[in-house]
């Protein structure tokens, strides 16, 4: 199954300002996050987010390498790292650990590395210019979940004293603390042997993942790997938020042939979804928020006959998806948002699936060949920051 080995040829910031270094993935930056994350010289999004244009693309390449060869990034031996994020969400504190390390780049036929959704044209090629300029440097990990395994648990709850990296984010503040330490030599070569009895499923990097994989070269990748019983792994509902002109579209008429519509409010409408469905199918309604009105919509046949085929785990998603190309909403003028409550996107018009995927449902479905889901099924929080370490 897979092979997961140490970091070879790795380089971190040092630690002297680090936490204006560090950033989220690439995707989920706003602007204006990147505006305020690029006033710093050496913030890691000069190379994960430098532009679209071929020249961007060109100097990102150009800077990795100064970089390495000014100290910005310094050496580190081959190691395995074991990565904590404490974070709040929800009004609770919660913890995540993983592993972070190489994996040999499988073909999907293989059934050792699975997608679980689909992907995006524009942002593989994005993610291929940008590889391709730096020379298939691994400038962010992808995320992978795996079945729980004792030794792994057991290994991950270790007391390891001072952390090798300790630092949050002074741009973008959301109070998560992100520690590493390295694993000893006999940990990671236990690691590399567990995992070779294990199918690792892609919980977000299938862009990049996909562009290692189509190039036909015997290739490894970054990855931080999550057992999927880790109890501070949160899979966040993903909705879709619409522009408020391009909402236009949506009429009553469309919403009315192709769902049932049920009255329900701003404040309530969280409750009223929380008895739709439910792990692992939570298919039977969607939430809809539009000019300050709320409902609950139930598929009629007419959607069945849409989504016929689609996955039962996220056939709620798949409905929204085919109403937003039925009501002709242009795909720019969607947001896919994660949301641990309503309360994130009231005010704004949005479709909800009544619940998140949990890690456990992702995992099953995924290894019975259940099939991939839609894009943006799923988001990760928090997600695994970039800037922590690079393997170049």
């Not at 706003?30 to 244009?53: D, F, V």
Request: aromatic share 6%.
């Amino acid at each position: 199954m897979a092979l997961v080995i140490p970091l070879s040829q790795a380089y971190v910031f040092g630690r002297d300002g680090l936490e204006a270094k560090i950033a989220p993935p690439y995707d989920v930056i706003s602007p204006q996050q990147r505006e305020a994350l690029q006033r710093h010289p050496q913030n890691i999004t000069h190379l994960t987010l430098p532009g679209e244009r071929t020249e961007d693309y060109e100097k990102a390449g150009i800077l990795l390498e100064q970089w390495k060869r000014d100290g910005t990034l310094k050496p580190v031996s081959p190691c395995m790292l074991v990565y904590r994020q404490e974070f709040q969400l929800g009004g609770h504190a919660y913890a995540t650990t993983s592993i972070i390390a190489m994996a040999r780049v499988e073909p999907y036929g293989n059934m050792v590395i699975l997608p679980h959704e689909e992907t995006i044209p524009h942002h593989k090629q994005d993610r291929k210019l940008l590889a391709q300029a730096t020379r298939w440097a691994n400038l962010e990990p992808i995320f992978g979940l795996y079945s729980p395994e004792t030794a792994i648990r057991e290994m991950l709850s270790k007391d390891r004293g001072t952390p090798y990296i300790d630092v949050t984010s002074s741009v973008i503040n959301d109070g998560t603390r992100h520690s590493l330490w390295k694993l000893e030599d006999e940990e990671q070569q236990a690691v590399t042997e567990l995992f070779r009895s294990k199918q690792v499923i892609i919980l977000d990097g299938h862009h990049r993942y996909e562009t290692r994989m189509e190039r036909n070269v015997q290739d490894c990748i970054m990855i931080c790997l999550a057992a999927s019983d880790d109890p501070g792994l949160k899979i966040l509902r993903t909705v879709r938020v619409i522009g408020r002109e391009a909402a236009r579209a949506i009429t009553r008429s469309t919403i009315e042939e192709y769902f049932t519509i049920y009255e329900s409010g701003p404040g309530t409408l969280e409750k009223e979804l929380a008895r739709c469905g439910g792990d692992p199918c939570p298919s039977t309604c969607i939430g809809m928020l539009i000019n300050d009105e709320a409902y609950v919509l139930s598929p009629k046949p007419a959607m069945h006959e849409l989504v016929s085929g689609r996955p039962l785990i996220a056939r709620d998603l798949a409905e929204i998806d085919a109403f937003l190309g039925k009501s002709r909403v242009p795909k720019e003028e969607i947001t896919y948002k994660g949301i641990a409550g309503l309360d994130e996107v009231l005010g704004q018009c949005a479709l909800t699936p009544a619940h998140a995927i949990t890690p456990e449902a992702l995992l099953r479905h995924i290894a019975d060949g259940g099939g991939r889901l839609p894009r943006k099924t799923t988001y990760l929080y928090p997600k695994k920051w970039d800037g922590l370490v690079v393997a170049a």
